[in-house]
């Protein structure tokens, strides 16, 4: 099977044939964007000092080294919870236009909506292996709102060939989490069923 | 050596063993995983692990964090009543995570509550959290060190149950947890459950629950069944690494446990991601130090 990278800028065309549980290579531009810079995008309308039209981001707040004169170097870098961006995922696709939107675990049925409609992905880059990711990285371009302090500012990445990527949710809105759910959630309830037999110590 | 320089050599010993948890995994967490990724059938779970393994492989030879995020430093501290420096082990414990932030580096996770900045030192008000226990007739303290990152430590939860639900009702409460949180939370974990009287008890002993190793049972004869019952079974649910489907779902489950009151189960569940970075360094009143869980490795 051959490796399928994406490259930056991001068409509609490029992700049509791209399903759930596929493996993905980035290559291009890859912001950090997190908590703080959704709230701010959405709920308080600051627009954001970048434009992430076909581009990718990252839910992730990296560790990043200060080299002096604007010059930095990512020592670590590696997904956060996605599920903490849903509330504002499906607006902010909308706003941007962002292409690919790199994080882990799951998200919800807004962001399946925004995918869908915007034609986007949302992918799950294997979380804790932050070194790894960073040997991706070739170099941070810019960054931006450093007020937020280091994991929350906008760190603007150039990557080659990062990955690897796990679809979670494609441009049909199909969603690998929510479809696992409805499994593991059958088998707690035979374990439960199972085990609270046997644990009745109050007698 | 005076106090001041014992005070120095013990923080600059600290700043490197906080380094090394944040690089290098516990032996018996490594044992584990290599353990589960060999019992892995599963296409997307073997990707996983392969990339797991070399990660922690970089993150040794370049003395790099593993993961970005460091967490909030916590200490688990039984300090003997004649440990030299007993007085002064708080401002010791707090200044080396500063220094270790600086150096390894970590990252800058302390912002503070309500004015809503990022103190840009990863030390803040309360933070590293510092947890004691003081031990009579000894002159050592052993000290465990954990980073609580994030993701890990969003699935915490603690409640207090009626007696009527029963040890029933904790299965079902730390089950819940597994599918809704624990999915997200960077599976293969390990998951600790306190239980106790009220939620803070509960709670901290669930914490604690996680400073134990990997494959330790508990010495109570039910507990110990419990442990084993609620590891099958979040097993049997095959969550797989990341949550992405696999054939195991955890490292373990370890129970600690206190006593409660006739009306109430006081019941927590805390969790361990794979990355789980802890780390127990012993120190002798000469501030001589031996390390468990890192086997062979010296600071």
Redesign the interface.
Known sequence: MSKKVLTTPIKDEDLKDIRIGDIIYLTGTLVTCRDVAHRRLIEEKIPLPIDLKGKAIFHAGPIVRDLGNEQYEIVSIGPTTSMRMEKFEKEFIEETGVKLIVGKGGMGKNTEEGCKTHKALHLVFPAGNAVYGATKVEEIKEVHWKDLGMPESLWVCEVKEFGPLIVSIDTEGNNIFEENKIEFNKRKEEQYEYISQQVRFIK | MDKKQQKEKMTGLMSKFVSLVSYKLPDDVEKKLKELSEEEDNH?AK??YK??F??QQ??FE?K???????GVLQFFVKCGENFPLIGQLDNILRESVFKSTKET?????S?ETFDE??T?KNIGNGTPSIFWEIEEDSDKVEIYTYMAG??CT?PGVATVLM?GE???G???FV??R??SYG????PPLLVGVGVGTSVETAALNSKLALMRPVGSRNENE?AA??EQ??ED??N????G?????GSKSVMGVNVVNTARHPSTIGVAVNTG???HRRGKITFDRDLNYVIDTHEGVTL
Do not use: F
């Open positions: 997307l990707i996983i990339t797991m070399e990660n970089l993150a370049l790099r964090p593993s993961c970005q995020d460091t580096p970590l990252r800058h996770n912002v900045y990022n840009g994030g993701g969003l007696p029963g040890y029933e904790v299965v079902k089950l819940d597994m599918t999915l997200n939370a960077c039910n069944k419990m019952l609620l079974g979040i049997a649910i095959g969550l690494p990341q949550g992405l489907k991601c794979w990355s």
